[in-house]
């Protein structure tokens, strides 16, 4: 989503005929908040979003080493060739952030993740081809959802040895872990990332029984924002609904979310059901970009924030990365 964001951006930034730079930072600005209000979560916008209006300000208001100022529509093409460039090499850190924690996958290795992160996918796979053609000698314990059910598909097409887990046994297959390794919507300013509700409890099974805890995130993903907790995300997510029994009732009459929704998909059936209703879920349902869901906010958009003491490292494209270095990277990037 970050990079869409900005590819919008730019696109918007091409057509719109302005002339000055006023006019360009005040179009920018108020397309940034249009696209923010209209999502219910726009962590993963904003880090975009924000990152690419730093760079146009930084731009446009850096001296030039000329005694004359370039016209505003060379400044402009200028400004717009290297956001290309930008984008370009934004959606190759993927693959360079692959190969970087693909070495963490050692022969034997357990790991344990969730949700269904494409830089998550993108490591197990990298560190799957690199042990071709003898056979992966790593394996995998997913928590299972409706929408991770592609990604525990497509990891075992690659000879990945997958087990899929309800939620409520994180704590009991803890033991059998060597090592958590998950993705993040955002990275924010202390160091800590907002990610996929349930990353936060795992986070705190994983510290209490001395796991490694990594996060692996592209750079474009880092957000400005500093939460103190779970209530300083700014976004509404109804998590915590008190009702009464009539008001359960009527909400289930109505097909809204009622008590024990969070365990409904585990009331006997077994991980392979739940695995064929996510996938049909995915390729049948709406366009939440990059991994299923329908239109709207639904469970899979609910995220949590998980503060940097639990995290054992953050790896990037650039490299692995302690919390409080993200951080310090992040204060430059902004102050």
């Given at each position: 989503?970050?990079?869409?964001?900005?590819?919008?951006?730019?696109?918007?930034?091409?057509?719109?005929?302005?002339?000055?730079?006023?006019?360009?930072?005040?179009?920018?600005?108020?397309?940034?908040?249009?696209?923010k209000n209209?999502?219910?979560?726009?962590?993963?916008?904003?880090?975009?979003?924000d990152?690419?209006?730093?760079?146009?300000?930084?731009?446009l208001?850096?001296?030039?080493?000329s005694?004359?100022?370039?016209?505003?529509?060379?400044?402009?093409?200028?400004?717009?060739?290297?956001?290309?460039?930008?984008?370009?090499?934004?959606?190759?850190?993927?693959?360079?952030?692959?190969?970087?924690?693909?070495?963490?996958?050692?022969?034997?290795t357990?790991?344990?993740?969730l949700?269904?992160?494409?830089?998550?996918?993108?490591?197990?796979?990298?560190?799957?081809?690199?042990?071709?053609?003898?056979?992966?000698?790593?394996?995998?314990?997913?928590?299972?959802?409706?929408?991770?059910?592609p990604?525990?598909?497509?990891?075992?097409?690659?000879?990945?040895?997958?087990?899929?887990?309800?939620?409520s046994a994180?704590?009991?297959?803890?033991?059998q872990?060597?090592?958590?390794?998950?993705?993040?919507?955002?990275?924010?300013?202390?160091?800590?990332?907002?990610?996929?509700?349930?990353?936060?409890?795992?986070?705190?099974?994983?510290?209490?029984?001395?796991?490694?805890?990594?996060?692996?995130?592209?750079?474009?993903?880092?957000?400005?924002?500093?939460?103190?907790?779970?209530?300083?995300?700014?976004?509404?997510?109804?998590?915590?609904?008190?009702?009464?029994?009539?008001?359960?009732?009527?909400?289930?009459?109505?097909?809204?979310?009622?008590?024990?929704?969070?365990?409904?998909?585990?009331?006997?059936?077994?991980?392979?059901?739940?695995?064929?209703?996510?996938?049909?879920?995915?390729?049948?349902?709406?366009?939440?970009?990059?991994?299923?869901?329908?239109?709207?906010?639904?469970?899979?958009d609910?995220?949590?924030?998980?503060?940097?003491?639990?995290i054992?490292?953050?790896?990037?494209?650039?490299?692995?990365?302690?919390?409080s270095?993200?951080?310090e990277?992040?204060?430059?990037?902004?102050?």
């Amino acid at each position: 989503m970050p990079i869409a964001a900005i590819e919008s951006l730019i696109h918007l930034l091409s057509t719109h005929p302005s002339t000055t730079i006023s006019e360009t930072l005040d179009l920018l600005a108020r397309s940034t908040t249009h696209l923010k209000n209209s999502i219910p979560n726009p962590i993963s916008l904003s880090a975009g979003t924000d990152l690419f209006q730093r760079y146009l300000i930084t731009t446009l208001t850096r001296p030039t080493s000329s005694t004359s100022p370039p016209d505003f529509p060379s400044l402009r093409a200028h400004l717009l060739s290297n956001s290309l460039l930008f984008v370009s090499r934004a959606k190759q850190s993927r693959a360079a952030l692959a190969a970087i924690a693909s070495h963490f996958l050692r022969p034997s290795t357990t790991l344990l993740t969730l949700g269904s992160s494409r830089a998550v996918h993108a490591v197990i796979s990298h560190a799957a081809h690199s042990t071709l053609p003898s056979p992966v000698r790593f394996r995998v314990i997913y928590v299972s959802s409706p929408e991770s059910a592609p990604t525990i598909a497509s990891l075992r097409a690659l000879g990945v040895p997958v087990a899929a887990i309800p939620e409520s046994a994180v704590a009991y297959c803890m033991s059998q872990v060597d090592m958590v390794l998950v993705g993040a919507e955002g990275v924010v300013e202390n160091g800590g990332v907002v990610s996929r509700m349930g990353t936060y409890q795992v986070g705190v099974l994983a510290k209490a029984a001395g796991k490694p805890f990594y996060v692996v995130a592209e750079s474009h993903k880092f957000v400005r924002m500093y939460p103190l907790g779970e209530g300083d995300l700014g976004v509404e997510q109804g998590v915590v609904e008190f009702r009464t029994g009539e008001e359960g009732r009527q909400d289930e009459a109505a097909g809204k979310r009622g008590d024990g929704e969070g365990e409904a998909r585990w009331d006997g059936r077994t991980p392979a059901v739940v695995e064929e209703k996510g996938r049909r879920e995915y390729f049948e349902g709406g366009e939440k970009g990059g991994g299923g869901g329908t239109s709207g906010e639904t469970k899979n958009d609910l995220v949590d924030y998980t503060p940097p003491e639990l995290i054992t490292a953050l790896i990037t494209e650039s490299g692995v990365h302690t919390p409080s270095a993200v951080s310090e990277e992040l204060i430059k990037i902004w102050y």
